[in-house]
């Protein structure tokens, strides 16, 4: 059994550096050539490094377009996020703490929002009535709408693991609904907010559909819709393409890598032992 399992183990190695490992390294040998060699796509070494010059052009493309897209995918992603871990929290703890007759039907609106795609023409339609289509605003609700099922599916299920004896000893003590949730239970979701704040986090800021639907206009452009800055119908840049795609995947790749334990902590252990 041990020689098997040590098979195993060599064969996921060398799956996971097939599909994670070899396309970065596409992706950064790429964004090292030069225009023309970049052109070919093939999987070779830059006859000459032209990373530095390369960024500077992506940086400098469309009057400094990846500086302002950044801005806006960070105050769409925190400010988004941030809705999302208060929100699903509450939700959470309500439908679980609370038994009710409507519980079920609110379990299965959350389910449907995991598996019902999104209606793109009515949607639109709506923040036009609402005046928020094109707007910062408008686009953060909408990920906060389309993140909140799986908030609150992460949330419920560790809110379970915190025994009732704490809300009722808080409640002795003289706390209301607000305190109870902000003041005790709140501190006791740090491993999973840890989780969603990470997940949610990536998933936000690599969305390219809701930005391109939903804030349309080069003012309110997100890091993803930058790649269309070098790619025409007749031409491509694609030293400078996959450089725009090694910048925007720095980020959410730091955050994983800093925080993978917090996050396998986040789904496999409870807030409270006992």
Excluded: C
Aim: aromatic share 12%.
């Amino acid at each position: 059994m041990r020689p098997i399992g040590y098979i195993v183990g060599i064969i996921g190695i060398a799956v996971t550096a097939v599909v994670f490992i070899l396309p970065f390294a596409f992706i950064l040998l790429t964004a090292m050539k030069p225009k023309q060699e970049a052109n070919l796509l093939q999987f070779s070494w830059p006859t000459e490094i032209q990373l530095w010059q390369n960024i500077v052009d992506v940086v400098q493309a469309r009057d400094f377009m990846l500086i302002i897209a950044f801005i806006n995918s960070t105050i769409l992603t925190v400010a988004s996020v941030t809705l999302m871990v208060i929100f699903g929290a509450m939700i959470a703890y309500v439908l679980q703490r609370r038994k009710s007759w409507i519980n079920p039907w609110i379990n299965g609106l959350v389910l449907a929002g995991l598996i019902i795609p999104p209606a793109v023409v009515p949607t639109i339609w709506v923040m036009q009535t609402l005046g928020i289509f094109k707007t910062l605003p408008g686009l953060i609700l909408i990920e906060v709408a389309f993140g909140l099922s799986f908030t609150v599916l992460m949330m419920r299920a560790f809110i379970s693991t915190i025994p009732k004896e704490i809300d009722e000893a808080a409640i002795v003590d003289g706390a209301g609904p607000m305190r109870l949730f902000f003041q005790v239970i709140l501190p006791l979701l740090r491993g999973v907010i840890v989780t969603v704040v990470v997940v949610q986090s990536v998933f936000v800021f690599n969305d390219f559909q809701n930005p391109l639907y939903f804030l349309p206009g080069d003012k309110n452009a997100t890091v993803q819709l930058t790649l269309f800055n070098f790619q025409s119908q007749f031409n491509t840049s694609y030293n400078l393409l996959f450089t725009n795609i090694l910048l925007i995947t720095i980020p959410p790749l730091i955050m994983y890598i800093f925080f993978q334990r917090q996050i396998v902590a986040g789904m496999t252990s409870g807030a409270v032992k006992g």
